[in-house]
Structure formats: C-alpha cells, structure tokens
C-alpha cells in the first residue's frame, strides 16, 4: 500500500497567515486535514499527518516524519495570502535547484483540487527555499488551497 503523510502548516504559536475575520492559516489548515483524516480512512493507502492539533512543529521535524515513515509521497497544506484582494486559486510549490525535478505528482493534485473546488489553476511553482520540500526524499508538494487574504465569492 502506498504510504502518504499529509503536512498541515503552521500551528501552536505560529498561526500562519492571518485572513479576513482574524481566521488563521493553522487553523484553516486543520480543519482540512481532519476532514481528509477521515475521507482518507477508507482508501487504500496509508496516511501519516505531522500534526491533527494545534502544535508547534519545526520544519526539519516535518521532513523527518515523512522521511522516518517511508512515505511514497508528502503533501504539505497551507493557505496563501495576497495584499492584491483579487487573487484567487490553488498553486502547488515543488523542490528544485535548478535541474527541475519534475513531479506528475504536483501537477496533477493542483489540476484536481482546481477541478474539484472550481477554482483557478495557478500552476506548479519551483523554489529551493521550501525546508519541508528540501529535506524530504520521496516525491513532495507544497500546496497552497486559495487566498486567505480574499473571500471566495
Ligand atoms: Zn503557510
């Protein structure tokens, strides 16, 4: 069975971004993973979360979990936030230092959850800067859900 372990950023004393009505990224992030938490109970495939309560993680703890877990894939969930209000959408940030590493893996959850939710497509991102996607070692993600910063609508 495929193993998965799903991030959820922030947490404990870092809530992340901070939306529209003083709502938290950490929290926002919560909520989706204990949603998934229980869609995911009856697939076929094995999921770890770094976290499913408001605690304060390190970012090489993170990739460690994954790492130590043997996971096929690793999915990080945060939401983005813009000063611009009339960005919206779902992108999706891959590891890459240059030689792009290219995942199936990133391009199609960000088509999906576009589709699912019809919502923008911002496309697959690159960036050697993201801990949690540096220093894990199976296929990695890095998804940022829509604007926290700007209401749906
Ligand atoms: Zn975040």
Redesign the pocket.
């Given at each position: 069975m495929k193993r998965l372990v799903i991030d959820l950023?922030?947490g404990g004393n870092d809530s992340?971004?901070v939306g529209q009505n003083k709502t938290h990224?950490a929290d926002v992030v919560l909520a989706i993973g204990k949603e998934l938490n229980e869609l995911l109970k009856n697939c076929e495939i094995e999921v770890k979360f770094t976290r499913l309560e408001n605690k304060y993680l390190s970012l090489s703890e993170r990739a460690r979990i994954a790492n130590d877990f043997k996971a096929d894939y690793f999915l990080s969930i945060?939401?983005n936030s813009a000063s611009d209000k009339s960005v919206r959408g779902v992108e999706i940030w891959q590891y890459s230092n240059g030689n792009t590493k290219m995942n199936n893996f990133s391009k199609r959850v960000c088509e999906d959850i576009s589709k699912i939710f019809n919502s923008r497509n911002r496309g697959v991102k690159y960036s050697k800067a993201l801990s949690v996607l540096k220093n894990t070692t199976m296929p990695a993600s890095l998804i940022?859900v829509d604007f926290i910063s700007n209401n749906r609508s």
């Open positions: 950023g922030h992340g971004a990224e945060h939401i940022e």
